[in-house]
């Protein structure tokens, strides 16, 4: 057991009665008086030539108070990131996929600005539409963004060593391909937003989003408001996995349309708009060619990808980057090549989701590595064993694992899944597999170029000393951030976790970056953490005075301060907080002096006391181009067992259990940790195994809803035996650092392992349906027939 | 032309004047401003709009006010008693099986009908009963280990009660 009173525990969430008790706030929950409703018109076309817009009918109905076009919202462009800022407010010149916004209107409610939406006449010219990067890349296809004539958006050519002459040292080389599918975010809270331009000239937007840092800088470029003057301000946000870290179009129509009325302005996406809007997982087509020395040594590996991007670049920088960054390093290569090109499609934008980047590319790689394994002659897991890094270790790439805890993670699950006697024993159709996961524990850099703190944490101690006010601007997204950080705080200060009142999610309390690459308790905590002690060493001086003993003869514990040495008279101190407080409801009695009192006694000598942290990650790796993404702080790690069932008649997979351990540093919450691990391995699951978003053969989705784009429900999810293995991470606030995403990565190459344990087939091409499955079983019958 | 209709909802007695093509959900959140009433999708897939309607969980968004008329109606600001939490409230706070809440108050809704129908529900049970209700944060697992706890606590309460 730990030395903590308050992390590494159980503690329930802070938000967890408004939550249960359905007193939780979102943004579609939100309304003010005087508000207007709007609606967007978007594009029924994926590629077109706009000619004209015509909004005069929509104008003259009744209850329609504003339409605005690009003529009225500009054509400033904006995107994530600075180098491909390709998206604008509305479409001016053209359309690039069916959803493409156009026009918004704000009427007196709902139903008069869809009817005036409606009214838009648009006049097109059809252009080709490609629904695939291969066509889109074809000679002469028709540009979708005019600068890049052969639609690569992007790509990225990298190499660590010498992969050729490597390959052709290895015993054994294979070259293997691999595709996954669109997978949508999924979270269950369409975004919405509130916005509100004062008469003062300031705007308030409450939205649902993971990054308020990175809305507020995009709507002060794209509407020229300055960001002072913005306050974004996130409500309980129902998850966002990723594609609610960027701005969308109905934060920015909103807020203009607010300035332009004077009104509050609301709007709401529906489901359908959610999937139109998108910015979840890629499709990435993977080749990987990898090398071992005949010992199984991991020697070299050469990986090509294309991602299909959709219309606009969003995150896709990064992603590209990060499907080849991530790839090879937890185990001990030192021979990597990597070319990625991402590829613009008439298809709604892809972004980051959960696992950003890497997903499909440890899927496909763990898959092959396994295919070695076996060739080899060796088990999975010693195989893995053999050329698993450990801690102090540097990637070929640059990164340093200042904490890893592979082979932990690796141990843990072949003790507790009963492996040894499992693989390649369970009877025909059932299954046992296993693979491996790494992940980024916090981005680090900005995704613009700057200097900028990524956290910063406030802390404020109420005047009687009872209420320690924790102000931070992290995006509590449902991971449980506010839980976490008011551990640290409390931890950090001594005092308990329900003396901390958490404020967040406001652009107002501080500079965040927000919640994307799992950064929110390493970068935040650290300013949270630096925050406390700040305001623990003030209340500590004031104390050492007024008490005439040496600060480091005291310290603050569980709400109360520590003699380290002899018993203390502190009774004067006592009768001032008595009198002060007379008739108050909290009179402190008791022997020991509380952290209370003393807080008191800092005020009425210092006035409000305010303690200030911010984190910046210190240098990192890496001097090559390329290397912002992909280096970080921390890095998580994971390895995962999966057992399945396949129906041979049918191909049907069911996943009957999992077993994951995940190193996430040190565990500040134990509860949230697991339900990182199991959340995250309920979305790998239904990535694997049923998940696909579909396009008609003009980019129409053919399922944007839940009923026919299916994700995991309890039926679907077996129990998972999570194992949290505490590495110790020297960069994380109480060796702290990342789950949320990471867990997700050994998910789909397990279950792929375990289909051939149980069938002997491999699947190259997701989701794992049943016809797949039967396919690939009959397929194989009729070779071994000949 | 809008109707005169009247609702039960937790306990209460409303008579309201709606549009006939307004949902259940739409007047539960707009008129009594019950807002822990979720919409995820509009249209009966995801569960977040459950509320029980004559002791039946049901989606909200798929009926019409109109069609609820006369009806009794529990809401999840309905399910706690004052500054009591519900046992299967209690239960979903020290399990763990609150991420982002979103689907939570339906999630709770369903347990609650599963129990008053079935006080000693299998894993199996349960997880049919909430499998109209989709969760993308919690891979359900502490929100069903939530409801066994639940249950049982139910249990041991009523058995307290018999002696």
Not at chain 1, 479 to 503: C, H, N, P, W
Request: glycine residues 10%; proline residues 4%; charged residues 25%.
């Amino acid at each position: 057991m730990s030395d903590y009173s308050v992390i590494n525990t159980r503690l329930p969430r802070v938000d967890a009665w408004l939550k249960v008790t359905g007193e939780a706030r979102y943004a579609a929950d939100l309304s003010m008086p005087n508000m207007l409703y709007g609606a967007l018109l978007q594009s029924p076309l994926a590629h077109a030539k706009i000619l004209n817009i015509d909004t005069s009918k929509a104008k003259g109905i009744a209850g329609v108070k504003d339409v605005v076009t690009y003529k009225e919202a500009g054509t400033i462009h904006y995107g994530v990131s600075p180098a491909r800022y390709d998206e604008t407010m509305f479409c001016y010149d053209k359309v690039r996929y069916v959803g493409d916004e156009i026009a918004a209107v704000a009427a007196v409610d709902f139903e008069t600005a869809l009817e005036a939406a409606s009214l838009i006449k648009v006049d097109y010219e059809e252009l080709p539409v490609y629904l695939n990067v291969f066509d889109a890349m074809k000679e002469g296809a028709v540009p979708i963004h005019d600068e890049y004539p052969n639609n690569i958006g992007a790509e990225v050519h990298q190499e660590f060593g010498n992969v050729d002459e490597a390959l052709k040292e290895c015993y054994y080389v294979r070259t293997d391909r691999f595709v996954n599918k669109k997978q949508d975010g999924g979270f269950l809270e369409p975004q919405a937003c509130l916005a509100h331009y004062d008469a003062n000239g300031y705007l308030t937007l409450y939205t649902s989003t993971q990054v308020p840092h990175y809305v507020q800088r995009i709507i002060s470029m794209v509407l020229n408001i300055p960001i002072g003057k913005i306050r974004v301000i996130k409500p309980y946000v129902g998850g966002g996995f990723g594609p609610k870290a960027g701005v969308n179009t109905i934060e920015l129509a909103a807020s203009l349309l607010s300035m332009r009325t004077g009104r509050p302005v609301k709007m709401v996406m529906n489901r359908e708009q959610v999937f139109l809007h998108s910015r979840g997982r890629h499709q990435f087509y993977h080749e990987l060619t990898t090398g071992v020395k005949k010992d199984g040594t991991i020697h070299a590996l050469k990986h090509t990808c294309y991602l299909d991007g959709g219309a606009y670049t969003s995150f896709g920088i990064a992603t590209v980057y990060y499907a080849g960054s991530l790839l090879g390093a937890p185990y001990r290569l030192q021979h990597m090549k990597y070319d990625g090109y991402r590829v613009y499609t008439n298809k709604p934008a892809c972004g980051a989701q959960r696992g950003h980047g890497g997903v499909a590319a440890r899927a496909a790689w763990e898959q092959q590595l396994d295919i070695i394994a076996e060739e080899l002659g060796i088990d999975p897991i010693d195989f893995r064993l053999k050329n698993v890094r450990e801690k102090g270790e540097v990637t070929c790439n640059d990164f340093n694992l200042s904490s890893f805890g592979m082979k932990e993670c690796l141990e843990a699950i072949r003790e507790h899944s009963d492996w040894k006697n499992k693989k390649g024993k369970l009877p025909k159709g059932k299954g046992i597999g296993m693979a491996c996961g790494f992940f980024v524990s916090g981005a680090g850099y900005p995704i613009y170029r700057s200097e900028t703190y990524h956290s910063t944490a406030m802390i404020k101690l109420s005047e009687d000393g009872g209420t320690v006010d924790l102000y931070t601007a992290a995006a509590e997204i449902g991971q449980g951030s506010d839980t976490v950080l008011s551990m640290i705080a409390a931890e950090a200060l001594g005092v308990r976790y329900e003396d901390v009142k958490i404020f967040s999610g406001s652009t107002d309390y501080g500079v965040d970056l927000g919640a994307y690459s799992s950064r929110q308790t390493l970068m935040t905590g650290h300013a949270v953490k630096q925050a406390a002690e700040n305001v623990k060493s003030q209340v500590l001086e004031v104390l050492s005075k007024r008490l005439d003993i040496p600060i480091e003869d005291m310290d603050i514990k569980d709400g109360f301060i520590v003699f380290k040495k002899d018993p203390v008279d502190f009774s004067e101190i006592r009768s001032i907080y008595i009198k002060e407080h007379r008739g108050w409801a909290q009179q402190l009695t008791g022997d020991r002096l509380t952290f209370q009192e003393a807080a008191r006694i800092a005020y009425l000598e210092k006035g409000t006391i305010v303690g200030t942290g911010a984190y910046k990650p210190g240098e990192l790796g890496g001097k090559y181009k390329g290397a912002t993404v992909g280096t970080s702080p921390a890095y998580g790690c994971s390895a995962q067992i999966v057992e399945v069932t396949v129906d041979m008649d049918t191909g049907k997979v069911t996943v009957d259990s999992m077993t994951d351990a995940h190193d996430c540093g040190f565990a500040i919450n134990r509860t949230n940790v697991e339900g990182q691990m199991q959340g995250s391995l309920s979305m790998g699951l239904g990535e694997a195994l049923f998940e696909e978003v579909k396009f008609d053969e003009k980019g129409k989705i053919l399922n944007p809803t839940f009923g026919e784009y299916r994700i995991p429900t309890a039926l679907d999810m077996p129990n998972v035996n999570t194992i949290i293995i505490e590495s110790n991470e020297p960069n994380g606030p109480f060796g702290a650092k990342e789950v949320g995403e990471g867990a997700i990565m050994p998910t789909i190459p397990a279950i792929l392992n375990a289909i051939y344990d149980a069938v002997g087939v491999r699947i190259n091409e997701l989701p794992i349906t049943a016809e797949r499955v039967y396919n690939a079983i009959k397929e194989k019958e009729k070779k071994k027939g000949k | 032309m809008k109707k005169l209709i009247n609702l039960i909802v937790n306990n209460k007695s409303y008579e309201l004047l709606v549009a006939p093509n307004r949902t259940l959900t739409q007047v539960l959140r707009e008129d009594l401003n019950l807002l822990g009433t979720k919409e995820g999708c509009g249209i009966g897939d995801c569960g977040a709009c459950t509320v029980i309607l004559n002791g039946r969980p049901v989606n909200s968004c798929l009926i019409l006010a109109v069609q609820a008329n006369g009806c009794e109606i529990q809401t999840i600001e309905g399910v706690a008693d004052g500054k009591n939490l519900h046992p299967i409230q209690e239960a979903f706070i020290d399990y763990g099986a609150i991420q982002c809440g979103f689907c939570t108050p339906g999630m709770v809704l369903s347990a609650k009908t599963l129990l008053e129908r079935n006080p000693n529900p299998s894993e199996l049970e349960i997880r049919e009963a909430i499998s109209g209700n989709l969760c993308r944060c919690t891979g359900y697992q502490k929100i069903v280990e939530a409801i066994k706890a639940a249950s049982k606590k139910m249990k041991k309460k009523e058995e307290r009660l018999d002696e």
